[in-house]
């Protein structure tokens, strides 16, 4: 009997991003974002530690494009809890797909006029047109 696949992210795809750390507690609705992974990078150490690159759509100031060394701490069917080896305080993020609910939570302004089957239908590129919203 086969076990079940871990969840893994893909170059090119929307994911939802969930900071957890003492810092985004104050930060407010900066503390979770559509990301698009635009590199991945396992290190082959044995350890779960890899290298992501993403662009951050929902980042307050500067950059997007963000380069984050992690740690994986979980990694299950559904999303991937990983520790950022280069944050002080600790950074840790929780990666999943995106949901309709979790947009509509995290950003009902842009839902408005938006329903689940559409946003389920149109995918990635439907996403792509969403968080153009958000920037």
Same mark, same amino acid.
């Given at each position: ?34 990301? $698009? ?48 080896? $280069? ?49």
């Amino acid at each position: 009997m086969m076990g079940k696949e871990r969840f893994t992210v893909r170059e090119g795809k929307w994911y939802a991003l969930e900071f957890i750390g003492d810092e985004f507690f104050h930060l407010g609705s900066y503390r979770y974002s559509p990301i $698009q992974i635009i590199n991945v990078h396992p290190l082959k150490t044995g350890q779960g530690i890899f290298i992501l690159s993403f662009f951050h759509a929902n980042y307050p100031q500067g950059v997007n494009d963000k380069t984050y060394k992690l740690k994986t701490i979980e990694r299950g069917e559904l999303y991937i809890l990983a520790a950022s080896t $280069q944050h002080n305080p600790k950074r840790i993020v929780h990666i999943f797909d995106i949901t309709y609910s979790w947009f509509k939570e995290h950003f009902p302004g842009i839902m408005r006029g938006i329903n689940e089957k559409d946003f389920r239908a149109g995918g990635d590129e439907y996403i792509s047109r969403m968080i153009a919203r958000i920037m």
